[in-house]
């Protein structure tokens, strides 16, 4: 029932480089800025990125954002073992007047 | 930093309606600034927006949640308060009480969520 598409699953050993999609149309993505949640089991997600591509004050270097048309990307630059986690972009959508979430990407550290 | 504490019954029974309130404290609760969301995942699955309440009291609503869901502002308590009426099974979920940057959209801060069942 979700909006933006992911994928299911991403992974890397520590140190690599690690990209999650998120696709959506030109009601969300097309028109409005991408956002980012990060999400540990058991707990809330916590705001990772936002406007595409800024950190707010306390995220590591190491998460980027970027947008292109109506698709967006995460990338996690020197995977480590704590950056295991579900991951989900977001958008506002015109049509809903709301914040529409991705399906979530699960990352493991291999 | 604002903090949001969500409550709610814990168990509901089917046909009945579900009442979550959340406490905001350490931020204001009026400001254009930013907007409130009730956020809701259902056990292993993803993040669902049931609705939305602006500044000026504007609400929007998931549409297909649209007949049953109703959020409000309780000012004198500091509260966000959402009512869910005729639940099913299918509105088990752990529901998060957020907030937004008006305009950029970003859920800059969650509360720790609150498990709710639908069960007779």
């Known amino acids: 029932q979700s909006v933006l598409t992911q994928p299911p699953s991403a992974s890397g050993t520590p140190g690599q480089r690690v990209t999650i999609s998120c696709s959506g149309s030109?009601?969300?993505?097309?028109?409005?800025?991408v956002n980012w949640y990060q999400q540990f089991p058991g707990t809330a997600p916590k705001f990772l990125i936002y406007s595409n591509n800024q950190r707010p004050s306390g995220v590591p270097g190491r998460f980027s954002g970027s947008r292109s048309g109506t698709s967006a990307s995460l990338a996690i630059s020197g995977l480590q073992s704590e950056d295991e986690a579900d991951y989900y972009c977001?958008?506002?959508?015109?049509?809903?007047?709301?914040?529409?979430f991705g399906t979530g990407t699960k990352v493991t550290v291999l | 930093q604002v903090q949001l504490q969500e409550s709610g019954p814990g168990l509901v029974k089917p046909s009945e309606t579900l009442s979550l309130t959340c406490t905001v404290a350490?931020?204001?609760?009026?400001?254009?600034?930013?907007?409130w969301a009730w956020i809701r995942q259902p056990p292993g699955k993803g993040l669902e927006c049931i609705g939305i309440i602006d500044h000026s009291g504007n609400t929007f609503y998931k549409p297909s949640l649209r007949s049953r869901v109703t959020i409000f502002v309780d000012m004198s308590k500091r509260q966000i308060s959402a009512k869910l009426s005729s639940v099913t099974a299918a509105d088990t979920a752990v529901y998060y009480c957020?907030?937004?940057?008006?305009?950029?959209?970003?859920?800059?801060?969650w509360g720790p969520g609150s498990l709710v069942t639908v069960s007779s």
């Open positions: 977001a958008s506002w959508d015109d049509s809903l007047n709301g914040p529409v």
């Open positions: 350490g931020g204001p609760i009026n400001s254009a600034a930013y907007y």
């Open positions: 030109s009601s969300n993505i097309g028109t409005n800025t």
């Open positions: 957020t907030r937004g940057w008006s305009g950029v959209g970003a859920l800059e801060s």
